[in-house]
């Protein structure tokens, strides 16, 4: 029994000592940031902690004939900004769990 009891103290300590890297990891991705563009008329930044930072727009895509190109441009850049946030902070996570397979909201 008093085996036992060690061997839950010692995985206890390796989750708390998991928890804060992935504590860390977190914080320091979310000051990383992260850039995409759609044709050179739209640039998004976000964090990664997926917040948009910035969004830029060539006032000669800003077209009043085809809003809804600029619309599409502006779609494609944040939401690939975003999905490179996600992309490595999934990488990034992933490799101080091991593996273990833990669901998104539990990184």
Not at 33 to 52: K, P, T, W
């Amino acid at each position: 029994m008093a085996g036992s009891l060690g061997d839950l103290g010692g995985l206890l300590r390796q989750a708390q000592q998991m928890q804060r890297q992935m504590t860390a990891k977190q914080e320091e991705l979310a000051r990383r940031r992260f850039e995409a563009s759609a044709g050179g008329a739209v640039r998004a930044v976000v964090s990664g902690d997926r917040r948009l930072l910035e969004l830029r727009i060539d006032p000669a895509a800003a077209d009043p004939e085809d809003v809804a190109a600029l619309e599409d441009a502006v779609l494609t850049a944040v939401n690939e900004a975003l999905r490179q946030a996600a992309e490595t902070a999934a990488e990034e996570l992933g490799k101080l769990s091991g593996g273990l397979g833990l669901p998104g909201g539990l990184l």
